[in-house]
């Protein structure tokens, strides 16, 4: 701790014998980027800073809008690349499932990096011994211990068929914690005199960016599985909210929303809101018509693939529903014909105008911290892959809690393996205690007990 104060004092020397000017054009700068008040850049003198990334902005658009103002030529740029990646969205959602998961599992390695790459800028002075071999080591431990419960979850009669993977899945818990614990011992063993508190500061960093990146992304795939709809729409609506909010804000934003993004007003954020509420409605209506979208992920064990093909819940049906009395006056209509799932589409749209902006937030103000405009520079004009998905990974725990609450219910399909499992006593067990209750609610008759 002695020799952080000793580097802090050491910086504020350096900055105070620096010419005035250069001070200045340094602070404009820094506010302009992060719109950073005087005041809040002395208070985080003592953070270093993390170098600034080039401009990675595509020659050919440099010369394309080298006529515009810095403030369309940003707009013209992000729009563009908008669209080029929304096209690209949909090309792998129609490859299937299996390519989604892939990519789901490529961005959370991509904002690992990110964010492990702005610790290691901040602090590569010190020259802390293993601390990304052992941060890329814990990222490889606990994506083996979360994909190897979705396979265990959702490939059992597989896992069943083969031995190696039966033994595997048998002690999984056990291998990951062993893994785990080899790195922790690793950790411990890297320890270097006057560094222990530093190097305990960045092992709380890979373990907090463990929890927001590699668990959430888990919790996508898990969504995932419940039928694409349930990954779709909620991406969908975040990348609706973050479209309407920016062109709301960026034609009639006159009110600041929050400090922590000067460039949020409050016009966009309820521009945001109203348009991607009718947006989720929509898509939802269209999406719900298609099996392939509604129905779960599901391995069949005879072809040894992924299907998507079943008969759709009540969910996914066209009900009638009675108007309350203002939208019966407002439209004529005294009913309306609806998917059940565009009225869940409604709380989901909500979740992502109003609360998902606050990933975003917070990824504002962890930027701020550390004087950096965007966690990477991956997209031109949208920073790095962790800028675009800051408001999806709260997004995605929110779909999965909803769903575990109010929409799936005890699975058949997951009791029956779990009897598979057990031995054979145990299988005759639940079987007669089975007919015995079903036979007491007169479910079977009597007759076939005595049989």
Same mark, same amino acid.
């Given at each position: ?129 293993? %601390? ?10 606990? &994506? ?86 349930w990954f779709i729409v909620p991406i969908s609506c975040v990348i609706c909210n973050d479209i309407m909010a920016y062109? %709301? ?38 999406m719900a018509s298609y099996r392939y979208f509604v129905c779960p992920v599901e391995f069949n064990n005879d072809s &040894? ?103 799936r219910g005890p699975n058949p399909t997951k009791v029956i393996q779990q009897l598979l499992a057990l031995r054979f ?27």
């Open positions: 701790m002695t020799e952080l104060r000793h580097r802090g004092k050491d910086a504020d020397l350096t900055s105070q014998q620096q010419p005035s000017e250069d001070k200045g054009s340094d602070g404009e700068l820094r506010g302009e980027k992060d719109g950073m008040s005087d005041t809040e850049s002395k208070v985080d003198s003592g953070v270093p800073e993390v170098p600034v990334p080039p401009d990675d902005t595509p020659e050919v658009l440099n010369k394309a809008l080298s006529g515009l103002s810095s403030r369309w030529k940003n707009w013209w740029v992000r729009g563009i690349l908008t669209l080029a990646m929304i096209f690209f969205f949909f090309f792998i959602v129609y490859l299937g499932p299996i390519v989604l998961m892939v990519i789901v599992l490529c961005v959370q390695i991509k904002c690992f990096q990110e964010i492990i790459t702005i610790g290691y800028s901040v602090y590569h002075s010190y020259d802390l011994p293993w %601390f990304r071999t052992l941060s890329w080591y814990f990222l490889l431990c606990v &994506n083996y211990f979360f994909y190897g419960e979705t396979v265990t979850d959702y490939f059992f009669t597989l896992v069943q068929r083969e031995e190696p993977l039966r033994i595997l899945s048998r002690y999984h818990r056990f291998i990951s914690f062993a893994l785990y614990v080899i790195g922790f011992c690793m950790f411990v063993l890297s320890l270097v005199k006057k560094h222990y508190r530093l190097q305990f500061y960045m092992f709380g960093w890979t373990h907090v960016t463990l929890l927001i990146v590699v668990t959430q992304s888990h919790l996508i795939i898990h969504n995932l599985f419940e039928g694409m709809i062109m %709301f804000g960026f034609f009639f934003g006159r009110t600041p929303l929050i400090k922590l993004s000067p460039k949020k007003t409050w016009e966009g954020f309820i521009g945001g809101f109203f348009s991607t509420i009718v947006f989720g409605i929509l898509l939802s209506y269209v &040894n693939s992924f299907q998507v093909d079943c008969e759709p819940s009540e969910l996914f049906q066209l009900q009638e529903y009675v108007l309350p009395s203002i939208l019966e006056s407002a439209t004529g209509w005294t009913t309306v014909r609806l998917y059940p799932f565009q009225i869940h589409s409604i709380a989901l749209s909500s979740f992502a105008s109003i609360v998902g902006p606050f990933g975003g937030f917070f990824a504002s103000g962890f930027k701020r911290a550390f004087k950096i405009k965007d966690f990477a520079n991956t997209i031109p004009g949208h920073g790095g892959i962790m800028d675009r998905f800051d408001c999806q990974y709260l997004m995605a725990t929110f779909v999965n809690v909803y769903i575990a609450s109010f929409i006593d145990q299988q005759l067990h639940i079987f007669n205690s089975l007919k015995a209750h079903l036979t007491e609610k007169g479910l079977l008759p009597a007759a076939e007990v005595a049989a």
